[in-house]
């Protein structure tokens, strides 16, 4: 089994804060994927990423596959209230998806 | 396109009962699928994946099986649900290895 450990797991900011989420393991994936969930339904994909280094943009969400390929980082600008629900980070390698632990992410009005 | 089904949406079963999950997906031929349990508010764990009819890998050794008899159609079992096996069940396939897509999921819960 593949850990992916995501920080923090809960996170509550104004509407119009940066903020930044972490996904680290210690295993080397062909790709990583970061979902977005809501409450009683299956994970969206966001974004995937497959070079080490590489960086994606999504309108207001910066996404960034470390250069080993072992991490990334979701960074979103000026967030909003819509920009809520539960942020998860996914590795990819074989046949395999191992998801990390989650980010929960709350935007206050 | 493709689509992916997964039923039932809600059930509530005694502890000892057995247990159905079915997933089915449309649109493609030899997907890859998976069979996923996450606690609320966390991350999913990998419990079963699949990538042809009869091959079934298990990642981690509990109270479930899974099999796959035909090629998109992928079922989740018990013979006798522990409470410790409540919580929200996905079942996903994958195109290729670079994105998975998800059923609406399952919210089981023994009682």
């Known amino acids: 089994t593949q850990l992916l450990e995501q920080s923090p797991q809960f996170l509550s900011i104004q509407e119009g804060e940066n903020l930044t989420v972490y996904c680290n393991s210690s295993?080397?994936?062909?790709?990583l994927q970061w979902y977005r969930q809501e409450p009683g339904e299956g994970p969206v994909l966001l974004v995937t990423v497959v070079t080490g280094g590489e960086v994606k943009k999504l309108k207001r969400l910066t996404f960034q596959f470390g250069d080993a390929r072992k991490d990334s980082s979701l960074h979103i600008t000026a967030a909003q209230p819509g920009d809520t629900g539960l942020y998860l980070c996914?590795?990819?390698?074989?046949?395999?998806?191992?998801f990390g632990t989650g980010t929960s992410l709350t935007v206050i009005p | 396109s493709q689509t992916i089904h997964q039923w039932p949406a809600t059930l509530v079963q005694p502890v000892g009962s057995p247990l159905s999950l079915e997933c089915t997906v449309e649109?493609?031929?030899?997907?890859?699928l998976y069979w996923y349990r996450q606690a609320a508010g966390r991350g999913l764990q990998l419990l079963f994946y699949?990538?042809?009819?009869?091959?079934i890998s298990s990642e981690v050794p509990q109270n479930l099986s899974a099999s796959r008899p035909q090629d998109r159609q992928f079922i989740l079992s018990s013979k006798k649900l522990l409470l410790s096996d409540s919580g929200f069940y996905l079942c996903?396939?994958?195109?290729?290895?670079?994105?998975?897509?998800f059923g609406q999921g399952t919210r089981l819960t023994v009682v």
């Open positions: 996914a590795g990819a390698t074989g046949n395999e998806f191992y």
């Open positions: 295993s080397v994936f062909s790709s």
């Open positions: 699949s990538v042809g009819i009869g091959q």
């Open positions: 996903a396939w994958t195109p290729r290895q670079t994105e998975a897509f």
């Open positions: 649109g493609t031929s030899n997907p890859n």
